[in-house]
């Protein structure tokens, strides 16, 4: 056994590990004043105490189940994330600032809310893996994954039982709980949720919280917790995204060129009665782009001008500055689903209620959705919403009327709101296409004569 011939006890003068002082006993007698050796005591060496932190370290890792996670820290993140908006930039320096503030002191529930990727998740490890670094328990789970343990902890097989797992998730020193709100929102699993929520909040534990959604879409009792100014500080780490109402997405560069000047109403290889209706949808679409009110709703076949008029008339708002928002209704349901998979950057409430309360709605090929229920369910709120309101709305449709689920057709075709206009002309592609053949007769005319 060696002695450490160092005058201090303090854990710098210590020998290194594989010293030969103490000849791997781990431990050491300290030294007197008079310079000999104390054999009444023993410190622990330096090799059996970084043998003990890492030790440590591993039990606190292993602890906080935060997996491959343990990579996010504070020094591999932007302090100004990787958003280019200033905004944004500016949003996420403070929740940035925030969260190390947090890790250095946990008090109180930090709440970080933003859209997919924009670095919340990243900001909530960093704090959990600063914590670990300092020697304290913190404990890491997804909502999902929370729910999912729970349930399997039922199982004979579970390797921890259920109510102790609850019991160390509900005590965490620091809980960690990423993406609340991507849960099935079963009975069931709101109450585990309510349980663990309140538990936290009743003892005041730290608890940081990450959100899919905004804090105002989630469920009333989680909602009130959340934004309780005495316990909680809600971060915004990046604006959602919004759809929007001034200008067309890069996916409608088609409908950027539908204007009223470019719409041909004078197709003159049409008989008299087709051009007479095709001017008068025309003026329609006109006359309601200069004063949106009530309803239009174009009907006729593939290529008839129905769509370019529905586009011409957000074109027209687009110009003199009016809100208005277009709508491919297949497309529309698609994204609709697409909201509910944790990597959607628009929340389902946020584009549900866009959509449904836009000042100006142009829902285009209405009818050429999968006829679900679902898909029947959610047309026919936006649709009753709107006709509650008196929003204005121009609907495009293939078929007519009756071919239209009737809970949804019969506000279609009410008069005290709705105009509904059959276009009778037909596929203007087929004027081309005769167009072409003319020009080319006559080119073998001439070279024949």
Known sequence: MGTWSGASETEEDLPGANCPICGGAGFVHPLLPTGKADFSRVIPCRCSREALDKERQTHLLSYSNLGALTRFTFANLLPQGRSGDPINQEQFTR???AAKAFASQPEGWLVLTGPSSC?????????????????QLAFFISAPDLLDRLRSAFSPNSEMPYDEFFDRVRNAPLLVLDDLGAQTSTTWAKEKLDQLLNYRFNSQLPTVIVTIALVEQLEERIRTRLTDPDLCHICVVEAEPVLSEYSWGPEFELQKTMTFKSFDRRRLNLPPEQRENLESAFDLAFNFAKSPEGWVVFMGVTGCGKTHLAAAIVNYCYQAQKPALFVVVPEFLDHLRSTFSPESKVSYDQLFERIKTAPLLVLDDFGEQSTTPWAQEKLYQVINYRYNARLATVITA?????????PISSRLADPKISTPFNIIAPDYRGDLQSSRRKVSHGGRKR???
């Not at 670095?119 to 020697?135: D, M, P, Y």
């Open 95 to 97: 929740a940035h600032e």
């Open 398 to 406: 293939r078929g007519s009327l009756d071919e239209i689920d009737s």
């Open 447 to 449: 070279r024949w004569d």
């Open 119 to 135: 670095g919340k998740t990243h900001l909530a490890a960093a704090i959990a893996n600063e914590c670990i670094s300092r020697g």
